[in-house]
């Protein structure tokens, strides 16, 4: 009913850019926040950062002032990006983007995508 569906991902040299994408289609009849999330093998995926419908924003320490989380509507899909500036190897995981989707204009619940891999080598 409700897909979320990531790109952009791939490899890049440290200090490097990367643009991630995310379209979230299917039965939507409101989105509500939307944010980013990664994970390396073996840990929790941890968020990244948030985008809340009013356009504020969040995001951890670690990535604050390298990221930037922006939205908009693009041929009829909700779409969140992630620009990624000064990547480091540490950023190296799978990103996942996730959003609260009302399908029907009831309960909200989360969606997920698929996930990216971000590998960043020194």
């Known amino acids: 009913q409700v897909q979320l569906e990531e790109s952009g991902g791939g490899l890049v040299q440290a200090g490097g850019s990367l643009r991630l994408s995310c379209a979230a289609s299917?039965?939507?009849?409101?989105?509500?926040?939307m944010g980013w999330y990664r994970q390396v093998p073996g840990k929790q995926r941890d968020l990244v950062a948030t985008?809340?419908?009013?356009?504020?924003?969040?995001?951890v320490d670690t990535v604050r002032g390298r990221f930037t989380i922006s939205r908009a509507r693009d041929n009829g899909k909700n779409m969140v990006y992630l620009q990624m500036d000064s990547l480091k190897p540490e950023d190296t995981a799978v990103y996942y983007c996730?959003?609260?989707?009302?399908?029907?204009?009831?309960?909200?619940?989360?969606?997920w995508g698929q996930g990216t891999q971000v590998t960043v080598s020194s």
């Open positions: 996730k959003a609260h989707v009302s399908p029907y204009g009831l309960a909200y619940d989360e969606y």
């Open positions: 299917g039965k939507i009849f409101d989105v509500n926040n």
């Open positions: 985008i809340f419908s009013g356009g504020s924003t969040n995001y």
